[in-house]
């Protein structure tokens, strides 16, 4: 079974387990605790994904790292240990995060653009997004000199370039088919 599916699936039995407890917040942030910290740092990333420590050794390193933790989260590592599939953790995660979020009805929205924008024009532009969609909008604003001018604003998967960059490049384009 591919690396993709296996996350999925633990993805799926953990976010449904959280659900049914009310506890879908408190596992994903801890969740998201556990992972990050793994990845911060080196030696426990080695403890954690070394075929040379036991499982037993593992889950005791693991319920002294996140004493206090939610028993979800710690049964789901101790799960995770004994079946090898710790180095999947970051990929859990991440289709954790997506069922998180659309539960949740979190839209991610990036608004790119030359200049700093007025923080005033970015919360419009998330208003008008999430009253469009319903959802509520996770806003990330960026400053890229090379958009030239205008916007790109991607939702979700959706990429709404309106760049002065863009416009030149399908202006060069057409130049060049018309030669």
């Known amino acids: 079974m591919p690396m993709e599916e296996i996350s999925r699936v633990y993805a799926d039995a953990l976010f449904g387990a959280a ?10 942030d801890q969740l998201g605790a556990f992972a990050d910290a793994v990845a911060d740092n080196r030696e426990m990333s080695v403890y954690l994904f070394s075929p ?8 005791e390193g693991i319920s002294k790292a996140i004493a206090g933790a939610d028993p979800l989260v710690t049964n789901f590592l101790d799960l995770l240990v004994e079946k ?23 839209l991610e929205v990036t608004v790119t653009s030359a200049v700093e924008l007025d923080p005033e024009i970015a919360s419009k532009i998330g208003g008008e997004i999430e009253r469009q969609t319903g959802q509520t909008v996770e806003l990330s604003v960026l400053v ?14 959706m990429v709404l370039d309106a760049s002065v960059k863009n416009r ?12």
């Open 168 to 179: 030149l490049e399908k202006l060069r384009k057409n130049v060049a088919t018309a030669a």
């Open 52 to 59: 040379y420590f036991s499982s037993t050794e593992k889950k």
């Open 19 to 28: 659900k049914d407890a009310g506890k879908l917040d408190e596992v994903h």
């Open 84 to 106: 090898h599939r710790m180095p999947a953790i970051f990929r859990i995660r991440k289709d954790f995060d997506a069922l998180w979020a659309k539960e949740r009805k979190l």
């Open 144 to 157: 890229d000199p090379d958009v030239l001018g205008g916007l790109v604003v991607q939702v979700g998967n």
